[in-house]
């Protein structure tokens, strides 16, 4: 193997430890090489990290410990043990041990467990058996130098069997006796053949699980239109449901290409302002109102929502919009409620423009198969 092949596959394992949340750093002895902790994808802030846990004898002792990417779970753990947040420790599995990396201790992990509505009795938790040995550090480094390598071979052979399933990612044990196959899928799909084939090709005993799309690039990761990280892959970790609705209230043309986030479906962010446009929507009239003139009847178009604007036109002439504030429009319906109709809307206005559709052939239809 040449050196570039070397240190092309020192980069990727780099890149495939800091997916658990760890770095490898090159210790000062000649060809040693020792594992810390490092920023990585959903990491906790511990905003209580600075308070002195009250000592209360018989306190069960918990831990949140990450996995790859964004799977994490939670642990008990002896007293004597005596952790911190970083340590790379061995866990409890269904079979053997898993390897994972401490990121909560204390008081924080049980309002962590309530949040994440965590609701396994205590007396059925699995348990951190011991602080990671040497060997176990090596086994599990060597697991992950196999995952890229397995998933590429395990989609040939599920493209083989004519499966309608897309694997995601491969995520191996620490002790290297079991692997988790990440898949998404339309339907259901029947993969028995395929658990059969994976053992045999692997050696190891397979899980099959399946993710949403959302779930598919919270896992990945990647940059969204924004030029930022995909917030689902950085501080997200519950995820609320995108509606049509959202993008209607505030005003956006129902176009896919502009809404649709890297998983295809509408992005989390358009759930952010929200709640604003609804507030701000409260102070504005019922839009289905016709504005009477004596020029003629005006129609609804559009809303500048927080200029408190409203923009309409004369149904004679859809082409030209003006835009009217808020204020002078409830005059307006004010006065045809009264039976009289102002002279023309130009009075009102304060800027007019040439109307140009904004749709490019998109409706509600297509923005209804990226909801959830």
């Not at 990491?43 to 918990?62: A, I, P, R, S, T």
């Not at 998404?184 to 397979?206: C, N, Q, Y």
């Not at 690039?217 to 940059?223: F, I």
Request: glycine letters at 6%; proline letters at 2%.
């Amino acid at each position: 193997m040449t050196d570039n092949q070397n240190k092309n596959e020192d980069i990727l394992q780099d890149q495939q430890v800091f997916n658990r949340g760890g770095k490898l750093t090159e210790e000062y002895n000649p060809g040693q090489k020792v594992l810390c902790c490092s920023r990585c994808k959903l990491n906790d802030f511990d905003w209580m990290k600075d308070y002195e846990n009250q000592e209360v004898e018989g306190k069960v002792c918990l831990a949140e410990v990450r996995f790859k990417n964004d799977r994490k779970d939670f642990f008990l753990y002896p007293e004597d043990l005596d952790l911190e947040v970083g340590e790379m420790v061995a866990v409890e599995a269904a079979i053997g041990h898993d390897i994972g990396i401490v990121t909560l201790l204390g008081d924080m992990v049980e309002r962590q467990m309530k949040r994440k509505r965590f609701r396994t009795p205590r007396e059925e938790m699995k348990k951190i058996y011991r602080r990671a040995k040497t060997n176990d550090v090596e086994k599990w480094l060597s697991a992950i130098k196999l995952e890229n390598s397995t998933l590429a071979r395990t989609r040939t052979i599920a493209d083989n069997l004519g499966l309608e399933m897309k694997l995601n990612d491969v995520e191996y044990q620490g002790d290297k006796t079991k692997a988790i196959f990440y898949y998404t899928a339309d339907g259901r799909v029947d993969f028995r053949e395929l658990i059969k084939k994976l053992a045999e090709e692997f050696h190891v005993r397979v899980e099959m699980r399946q993710i949403g799309v959302r779930q598919e690039s919270a896992k990945l990761g990647g940059l969204g239109s924004c030029g930022r990280e995909l917030c689902c892959a950085s501080w997200i970790s519950n995820f609320q449901s995108v509606t049509t609705g959202v993008a209607r209230v505030q005003q956006l043309s129902p176009n896919p290409q502009k809404l649709a986030g890297m998983c295809g479906k509408l992005k989390c962010c358009l759930n952010y302002e929200y709640e604003a446009y609804v507030e701000a929507l409260k102070e504005f009239p019922d839009t289905n109102i016709v504005l009477k003139f004596k020029a003629g009847d005006a129609v609804h178009q559009k809303n500048d929502v927080f200029k408190g604007i409203m923009w309409y036109s004369y149904k004679t002439d859809r082409g030209n919009i003006m835009a009217l504030p808020i204020k002078q429009v409830n005059e307006i319906i004010a006065l045809n409620k009264k039976g009289e109709k102002p002279e023309k809307m130009e009075d009102y206005a304060v800027t007019k423009e040439t109307h140009t559709n904004t749709n490019e052939g998109y409706g509600e239809a297509d923005l209804k198969k990226m909801s959830d």
